[in-house]
């Protein structure tokens, strides 16, 4: 695991733009206690250096007509290959896969899958999932509630 060469301000800093990205410079150097000039410096060597990966909103997915998770569990034949890297640049790149993970266990990855409703997940399922020739098996467990999600990263280990 890389070492994480964070001083006590970068860690203030990236713990405000966790709590809140739409913080203006000014606003964000004042929270932190440094001028404007230097903290926008350290803003841009934290984004250049790949500890801030970038800036989004974080969305109401029932809001937004995106009312069904599923977690699924899935196995592929083979895994140390061209065809297993092809089939996580395939899924990584399908819009309703929020989130891919390799894991250790029964699956091979878990993926969190976001879509409208029931129908749309059988379709994702159907077309596109089923239909990668890697793909052995698929176990789905269907969220009935989520209680949190996109939560900032606990950065408790830093301090």
Do not use: W
């Not at 990855?109 to 997940?121: A, F, G, H, K, T």
């Not at 994702?124 to 467990?141: C, G, Q, T, Y």
Request: aromatic share 4%; charged share 25%; with cysteine.
């Amino acid at each position: 695991m890389p070492k994480c060469e964070l001083d006590a301000i970068d860690r203030r800093i990236v713990t405000e733009l966790q709590a809140n990205a739409r913080l203006s410079n000014i606003e964000l150097a004042d929270k932190i206690g440094l001028s404007p000039s230097p903290c926008l410096r350290r803003v841009r060597r934290l984004e250049r250096d790949g500890y801030i990966d970038g800036y989004r909103a974080s969305l109401r997915r029932g809001r937004l007509g995106l009312g069904f998770s599923a977690l699924l569990g899935v196995k592929i034949n083979g895994h140390a290959n061209d065809q297993a890297l092809g089939f996580e640049r395939t899924v990584v790149a399908m819009p309703e896969v929020v989130a891919c993970h390799l894991v250790s266990g029964e699956a091979d990855y878990l993926l969190e899958i976001v879509v409208p409703e029931l129908e749309d997940y059988q379709r994702f399922l159907v077309d596109k999932l089923l239909n990668l020739p890697i793909v052995r098996e698929v176990r789905s467990s269907i969220a009935i509630q989520t209680l949190k999600a996109g939560a900032p990263l606990p950065l408790a280990h830093l301090l």
